[in-house]
T-cell receptor, first 115, second 115 residues
Framework: AAGVIQSPRHLIKEKRETATLKCYPI?????VYWYQQGPGQDPQFLIS???????DKGSIPDRFSAQQFSDYHSELNMSSLELGDSALYFC??????????????FGEGSRLTVL | AQSVTQLDSQVPVFEEAPVELRCNYS??????LFWYVQYPNQGLQLLLK??????LVKGINGFEAEFNKSQTSFHLRKPSVHISDTAEYFC?????????????FGKGTTLSVSS
């Protein structure tokens, strides 16, 4: 079965550079979530989208922005990168209407290293 | 707001011993509860979930969890662990039927199984 696809899987950037992560949800899933997991930390919710509209916002820095496109894929844009942004970034998707099981399906993650 | 507390940050056990990973949640509304497992350098994989019905839920790899509403707990158990169960385990909560509402994760429990 198709899973959540994230790209790139690994990314190395310098401080103050910009990075873009992409997420392709499971087909027919209309809700996408972004999480950040620092080394040895639990996943922290950043932001989510339902039917291309932002639906919930967590601890996403102002330097970051995201959107969901008409084909339901999502992109996380990170600017003015800092060393502390080095983390594993997960995307997750689900079918978000009422009656949903609530289960999120996670991608393998994109590992960002800021030097 | 919802929150999740995993009571043990690390649980060392010997192979073939039973194990219990403890999770308590806090919410003023009905929730879905989940356990995810994360192997080193990998994404999050769903172990099991409680949505409604029987309070004892069985998951993959021989794990099970019991939902206790009066104690607001959702402890994960396995009667006999294997070396391959060594991983990080996350308990998570999601608000019932809220499209776009994120999963909130606990801090994680590191299960270390040795021979």
């Amino acid at each position: 079965a198709a899973g959540v696809i994230q790209s790139p899987r690994h990314l190395i950037k310098e401080k103050r550079e910009t990075a873009t992560l992409k997420c392709y949800p499971i087909p027919r899933h209309d809700t996408v979530y972004w999480y950040q997991q620092g080394p040895g930390q639990d996943p922290q919710f950043l932001i989510s989208f339902y039917e291309k509209m932002q639906s919930d916002k967590g601890s996403i820095p102002d330097r970051f922005s995201a959107q969901q496109f008409s084909d339901y894929h999502s992109e996380l844009n990170m600017s003015s990168l800092e060393l502390g942004d080095s983390a594993l970034y997960f995307c997750a998707s689900r079918y978000g209407t009422s009656g949903s099981s609530g289960e999120l399906f996670f991608g393998e993650g994109s590992r960002l290293t800021v030097l | 707001a919802q929150s999740v507390t995993q009571l043990d940050s690390q649980v060392p056990v010997f192979e073939e011993a039973p194990v219990e990973l403890r999770c308590n949640y806090s919410s003023s509304v009905s929730v879905y509860l989940f356990w995810y497992v994360q192997y080193p350098n990998q994404g999050l994989q769903l172990l099991l979930k409680y949505l409604s019905g029987s309070t004892l839920v069985k998951g993959i790899n021989g794990f099970e969890a019991e939902f206790n509403k009066s104690q607001t707990s959702f402890h994960l158990r396995k009667p006999s662990v294997h070396i391959s169960d060594t991983a990080e385990y996350f308990c998570a909560v999601s608000v019932l039927n809220q499209a776009g509402t994120a999963l909130i994760f606990g801090k994680g429990t590191t299960l270390s199984v040795s021979s």
